[in-house]
Structures are given as C-alpha cells and as structure tokens.
C-alpha cells in the first residue's frame, strides 16, 4: 500500500511540475516579446542571463509543486490537484494578458520589421494560450460543474489535459510552421539509380 502511495504521489508530481513547467514557459515566451517590443538589445538581454532565467524557471516549477504534495500526503481525499491548477491557472490568464497588453501599446512606436518579427511570434502565443484555456475548462467543469462525475473519470481527463499541455510545442510547431507540415506529409521520393555502364553506353 505504501509503495502504491509513493508511485502514485511520484507520478501526481511529474504531473504537476510538467503543468509549471509549461505554464512559466508561455509566461516567458510574453515576458520576451515584451522586452524585444521595448527594448532593442532585448535578445542581447536573454541571452546574457539564459542560464539564470532557466534555473529559476525549473526552481520555479519545483517550488509550485511542493505545496501541492504536501496537502495530498496530508489529505489524499481532497481534490487540490483541480483547485490549483485553476487558481493557477486564472493567474497565468491575467498576467498572460496583461504583458499583452503593454506589449501592443510598446510596439506603436517601433519599426514595421520588429512587429512582423513580433507578429509571428503572436501565433504562437495565441495557439499556446488556447490550449491553456482548454485545460482550465477541461479542469473546472469535472471537478466543479459536474460533481457527480466519477473520481476515476476525472482523474483521467485531468491527467489527459496534463499530457495536452506537455505536448504544447509539438501541436503548435505543427500548426504554425510550414516547414513542419511539408515535413509530415512529405512523400517518399524515388530515387533512380544510374550505373557507370549506362553513362559510357550514353557518350558512345
């Protein structure tokens, strides 16, 4: 029974912390287009603290997931997995849109290349934030729209969103960028093999 415990609180934890992970990691993403919108030595500016900003990212991630852990040994019976991650969330949600917002306002007075550089990047953003909101909808409405909705059917569409989460860039390279889909629906080419004895008897 202990060791079902310690697997199943192992595996909440990886759940968890991959959510931060890629919650802090759309924050970033508006964080830098907001410096490369007011600043023009923005890039030069991540990359001299890179290091730095992903060690506090995962710190960050790992900090979040504590509390979490320590409520669920506590009380296994609460459902504080849903309550986090909407509160959670709603926070992501307004920040998000709140760097949005100063970002348009900073890029009024900046060249038209900064905001077509800045408006592909919006894609981005936009498909990130969508899939962030399906998870909050998909979250809310099991725990607390549908309460009489099984234990074990909600676990599995939470941990169903979880994984949507983690597989937030891969469904957004393959939306976004073309290179990609052309890469996926590229057919095997037929490569036609030419012998040294037919080029001589071609020359002849």
């Known amino acids: 029974m202990e060791n079902h415990t310690a697997i199943r609180l192992i595996r909440d934890f990886i759940c968890n912390w991959s959510y ?3 919650s802090s990691s759309l924050l970033l993403k508006c964080v830098f287009r907001f410096t490369l919108a007011k600043y023009p030595n923005g890039p030069e500016i991540w990359k001299h603290y890179f290091r730095l900003i992903l060690i506090l990212t995962l710190l960050y991630s790992c900090l979040a997931t504590i509390p979490y852990c320590v409520v669920s040994i506590d009380d296994p019976g609460k459902n ?52 962030h909101f399906i998870v909050f909808l998909g ?3 099991p725990a607390f729209v549908l309460p009489s909705l099984e234990k074990f059917m909600k676990t599995h569409i939470m941990m169903s969103l979880v994984d949507l989460v983690a597989l937030t860039p891969s469904y957004i390279l393959i939306i976004c960028d073309n290179n990609i889909r052309n890469l996926i629906r590229c057919k ?7 012998l040294p004895s037919d080029i001589n008897s071609t020359f002849k």
């Open 80 to 131: 504080v997995y849903s309550i986090f991650m909407n509160i959670e969330t709603s926070i992501y949600f307004v920040l998000t849109i709140s760097i949005g917002y100063f970002t348009q306002r900073e890029l009024k007075c900046r060249s038209s290349q900064i905001m077509a550089s800045i408006k592909k990047m919006n894609r981005y953003l936009l498909f990130d934030l969508s899939i």
């Open 139 to 141: 979250v809310l409405l």
């Open 20 to 22: 931060h992970i890629q």
């Open 188 to 194: 095997k080419k037929t490569v036609i093999q030419v």
